[in-house]
């Protein structure tokens, strides 16, 4: 828990050090090892003797250039949220439960406020994915960023029992998808957003939005699919597989747990598409097969499962939706985009 | 293991891609989980059942602008071994023992074969030190970072016994301080250097580095403890408590695991200090105290054992050096700087 290059100082940088102290402290589970951490973070792994196999599952990511955007909104405290949710994510489908997180932060100059307000967002996700934040990093770096520019990167850890991780071999031809709905573009497209968007007002009530402003639309946080997890597990009702969309969309996400020989159709219609997604595709003149091999366009989470457990899993969590099957061949097919 | 945002494309993208595979493969290790890690790297972890308390260590760091050297002096594998063995050493100071490592790489647009030289790098680091690298994220973000710069970070996780952890109440005045030699400034102070060489040339031979070149000296790799940890613990001879110098020097870093109440005394002299700290001081005009501050002045990991452990260690390790003593009082005094 040492943020000892932040360079914060003086009266702010006090304020903003006892803001992320308390931050992080939300976030502390009984298993965190308070006092030995003088380099690195601890955690008492007892637990892990109860498992028949244990497997430690790990993924490192960034939030892309969503950063440049939340910084020129000034909203940062999404952002640690963002960072969290994406790691939680990748965790899931890999089958692996929350154990602890690792941030780590860096801009050309570090405004102790911003640090605060990030550091903040982060220890509420973890919080809310019942892990702890075990170890961050802030680090100024004038020469490296540009000027008000941030990047962040953090590290998930996780467990499984061996014998529960996907099983891609378990996948078979007829097989049902099912999606779990995106906030929006999470933290994918970014560089192609800021483009389209070019200096448009980000808090102007947007009509093709409902109302809603280009930053609320935009900013809005990665979504942490753990609520949904966690009762499909209660119910014996995990995934053979999951694919979580990031970059490359459903084309790129899928195929990766899809075994040789095996292909996906899913069916534009059959799911809810956020209507930032038009008025990003209407604004910027994209074609549909770009939107979808850029963008998630409202499937956050897609998940594979045989013909009847996909029905129960339809009845258990609300917001699932049936978007399509696994076939015979290769790749991924979208009715209604790929013709 | 992932690299694929890393925006690597063409032909160069492909061998530079071959190549980060083959390096990334030759840090593998038969608990890697091979297949399981669409999504998320997958570490067996059975053993951690034949620990009597298993705790898990994890810290998460960059190599500050050590990278704006790097790049200038297109010498990339390097700051791949900083950031892997500045991990290393963090949890070695932490009582850890190396599990694995994930590495996050971002510049604001990747050269394939930059990318390349950094991996391979981070893969010999990680081989060295028995570890696998779980997992990897590489982001090209044009407008967040400036043309031609660099960002690294890297997360190591480990594992210690829970009886075997550092016990700074253990610590009493009279405790010996060994020294384990650095290779150079390590991964910290380069601000300051930065600003004190200026835009000297790199590759032409200084006589005050014994003709050897300042990329030589200031870009030699951050030196892994590790071995010396091995020897130690075969021999039942790991210290009470260690200090990993970086950032801060020795007086930001050896109080952190001393307990209340106590300080170190610390005898210039009794080490080697390697030529360029010299070189660096006589060059920026900059004061001893400063210099004790900013670098590790050669004293890369500190170890404090009571006097019988200490010569023990002194006949076991060759490198390793009597450099002072735990005192009643409080923070850290180098004769010879601080009078």
Redesign the interface.
Known sequence: MEY??AGVRLEAAEEATRRIRAALRTALTPEV?A????????????R??S?A??????????V??K??LAVRAGRLRGLGHDLVNHGV???L????WP??F???L?ADRLNPQAVAELVEGVAEAARAAGMPV????T?E??????RG???L?G??????E?SE??D?SRVRPGDRILALPSSGPHTNGY?LI?RVIGDRDLFAPCPELGGASLADRLLAPHRSYLPEWRRLRAAELLPKVA??IT??GVY?NLP??LPPGLGAVLRRGSWSEPPVFAFLKNLGGIPDREMFAVFNMGLGMLLVYDPASAEQVLGLVDEAQAVGEVVEGQGVVVEGVDG
Not at 155 to 160: D, E, K, M
Request: aromatic fraction near 6%; glycine fraction near 18%; proline fraction near 5%.
């Open positions: 000892r290059d090892l006092g030995v951490g003088a380099f690195a973070g601890a955690l008492d792994a007892d892990l003797k498992y196999h244990p497997v430690l599952l790990a993924s490192t990511d960034g892309g250039t950063t440049l994510d990748d965790l489908a890999a089958g692996g154990l602890f690792l941030d780590y860096a075990l170890g961050g990093e680090a770096m004038p020469g490296v960023y540009r520019a941030v990047d990167a590290t998930i850890v996780g467990v499984a061996r991780l996907p891609p560089s800021r694919a979580h970059g490359g790129g990766r747990v």
